[in-house]
């Protein structure tokens, strides 16, 4: 069975950062993609990055670009986001997402194959 579990969220000031990670446990296979989405109160969940695990290509939100990283730690199995630069606006329940192809979906998360609970990021002005 897989299964995603998402931590790290917490409260931060406006221009700080947090790291979430999402543990990955369950697949028989390496070639599957991880995706971080999130949701603002009284808004659609949204993605916000993906990374494959095949060849680590990467894909970020635009309003998250040259702030947020994804990366991945094959061995751990953990896939982090490293946010930086916090604003306001990033305040949100995030959500770790899988799916068993290489390829990063722009699928909206129910369609993805497998998801995690999410973690509250609050960033203050």
């Known amino acids: 069975e897989v299964q995603l579990q998402a931590s790290g969220g917490g409260l931060v000031q406006a221009g700080g950062s947090l790291r979430l990670s999402c543990a990955v446990s369950g697949f028989t296979s390496d070639d599957n993609a991880i995706g971080w989405f999130r949701q603002a109160p009284g808004k659609a969940r949204k993605g916000v990055s993906c990374?494959?695990?095949?060849?680590?290509?990467?894909w970020y939100e635009d309003s998250v670009k040259g702030r947020f990283t994804i990366s991945s730690d094959k061995i751990k199995k953990i896939v982090y986001l490293q946010m930086n630069s916090l604003k306001p606006e990033d305040t949100a329940e995030y959500y770790c997402?899988?799916?068993?192809?290489?390829?990063?979906?722009?699928?909206?998360?129910?369609?993805?194959?497998?998801r995690g609970r999410g973690t509250l990021v609050t960033v203050s002005s």
């Open positions: 997402a899988a799916d068993a192809h290489y390829w990063c979906s722009r699928d909206p998360i129910h369609e993805w194959d497998y």
């Open positions: 990374i494959s695990s095949t060849d680590d290509s990467t």
